[in-house]
């Protein structure tokens, strides 16, 4: 592929790709957002969701950018004249989402941290605290948590600067495998707690969660659909180009349909293993704590630690070590998606490719959010945006890291994945992204399903998860 860097195998390239689905979205994301959504309805809307919209937008964006070679920017001013402007969003929303995504990623640097204390019995452990005082501690404690917030930040920035086959591709082939096998491990402590079998049934059997007053009602279903559709796009890294840019690595040779089902798979299946992972222990723990949101990893897992004497301290190692790994590898691609565009300007102005000027700049101006973000401590610490912005307080400005969530995944990557789906089904035309999918005789086998939904169901559901969203946050 000319001068630029690409990817230095096929399975490096997958293993990225899945790197950057697979994250924090799977695992602090989804246990926490089918907690509070009504459990089996949840998971059941998010996979239909996934099927029609999450592969279709996958298929097209990999397509996309293995066609013009390009990253988001130029995809988009390249071939369309309607919708030039959309590659712009794909600067955008990564910034945002990388303000939260990093504080996020320093919790859990700051929870390995306290279950080494807790090891050793470090005054840096929970010193007899209750899991929640813990959590509120940290919360409350600013310079801890922008300290940590910042070493994550400085994690990601240096990986990317490393470029796209000497820092991605090594990070991610050994990072995400080994996620895997971690995982398991906490399933099989989570689920064989007492009482874990309630966390099972709230995610598998319908109704049980109503019959059995874990929660009052049925939720609305408009809600979940668009809290599925915001939490399905944002696991999958989808509406926003980032697997435009990672389609534009791709090689000729590679079945872009088989690619995207690879990285869906395995990204669902995470999410249901951290589903399985984080529910069943809430149940058998703290059942009457929170049953979604976002202290849910925190707390509730601690909470499984915390039962187990020393092992459950090395378990708890062990269990934030892979939620950073699978942290990293996601936000490494947040902020490639960003310094391929400026590296991709460069090299064509024939000033080399300077990433490492990008990522230094890109990844100070991802610190500065992430600042912000740290220190208003999910709102507790009285610079949440209502009281910045001198607003009534409502639960979409309460605290920094919803308020950037809901600007990103609830709306910036539906109206991407809607535009790009508008753009490809009745601008370009299907014959673009089958002719894409279909180079060096490879069969594209799902054609047909990639044809009608693209055109009418996937735009479609877009625009009920936008009004969804839009009805949730200030209606
Ligand atoms: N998909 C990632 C996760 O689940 C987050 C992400 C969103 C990464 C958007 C890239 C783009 O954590």
Redesign the pocket.
Known sequence: MDERKGFGSHFGFLMAAVG???????IW?FPNKMGANGGFLFLIIYLILAALCGYIIMVGELALGRKTGRGAVDTYRSLTKRFKWLGWLAILS?FL?LGF?CTLGGYCLKYMVLNVGNLFSASFGNNGLASAEVFGNMLSNQGESVAYGLIFVLITLLIVAGGVSGGIEKFCSVGMPCLFFMLLIVIIRSCTLPGAVDGLKYMFVPGWAVANGVIEKAPNFLEVLSSAGGQMF????LG?G?MITYGSYLDKKENIEKNALIILVCDTLIALMAGLAVMPARFALDPTGDIGGPKLLFITMQNVFNTMGVVGYIFGIIFYLLVIL??VS?SI??LEVVVAHFVDKATENGKGDKRKVYSIIAGIACGLLCLLVCLDGLGGNGIAPYQLLHLPMANWNDNWLDFLDMLSEGLMMPLGALFMSICIGWELGVQVVDDECSLCGVRFKSRKFFNVCIKYITPILMVLILYGQIHAFFL
Do not use: E, R
């Open positions: 950057s689905a697979v994250g924090l979205g799977n994301g990564p989402i995504y944002f696991s999958l890294s926003m980032i699978a942290a996601s691609s947040l």
